[in-house]
């Protein structure tokens, strides 16, 4: 089964073993699709987590 995880950028949803880029924020992995989607969370992560739902 290939575990699905969800970009919190672009909100696509994408295997794990597909996801470009990779950073951790407050101890929590987060997965991207590309490095435009990991620059601008990490410019402002909590705008994007706030989004999480
Ligand atoms: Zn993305």
Known sequence: MVKK???VV???KI???EA???????KITYCF???GCKEKFLK???KYLKLKG
């Open 5 to 7: 995880i969800k970009d």
């Open 10 to 12: 672009c909100r696509k």
């Open 33 to 35: 699709c590309s490095k």
């Open 15 to 17: 295997a794990e073993k």
């Open 20 to 26: 470009k880029e990779k950073t951790e924020h407050n």
């Open 44 to 46: 402002e992560p909590e």
